[in-house]
Nanobody, 119 residues
């Protein structure tokens, strides 16, 4: 099992920045990838970004490319999401997820942290 705890959400004005953190514990040695997802009220959860635990390759949804950066600290079992140039449409609850395989099934999830961007 893997446990994930997010932090760093909050209220920010449009154009501002936030940095989300995700602390992983448990069987972290088994992980292949970690990612960030988000869900806005009345909408489905959507992929934001992910990073491969071993080689550091990253992937982003188009709408956040150039504004968001995902990174990891393997020694601390941490994953981060630096969010710059935030827009009101980025408002959502952000979830950290982990996957021990290449299949992107994402069996492990945190409780989420709220990000609200005011216009």
């Amino acid at each position: 099992q893997v446990q994930l705890v997010e932090s760093g959400g909050g209220l920010v004005q449009a154009g501002g920045s936030l940095r989300l953190s995700c602390a992983a514990s448990g069987r972290t040695f088994s992980l292949y990838a970690m990612g960030w997802f988000r869900q806005a009220p009345g909408k489905e959860r959507e992929f934001v970004a992910n990073i491969n635990w071993s080689d550091g390759n990253t992937y982003y949804r188009n709408s956040v490319k150039g504004r968001f950066t995902i990174s990891r600290d393997n020694a601390k079992n941490m994953v981060y999401l630096q969010m710059n140039s935030l827009k009101p449409e980025d408002t959502a609850r952000y979830y950290c997820a982990a996957d021990p395989s290449r299949q992107r099934l994402w069996p492990y999830w945190g409780q989420g942290t709220q990000v609200t961007v005011s216009s």
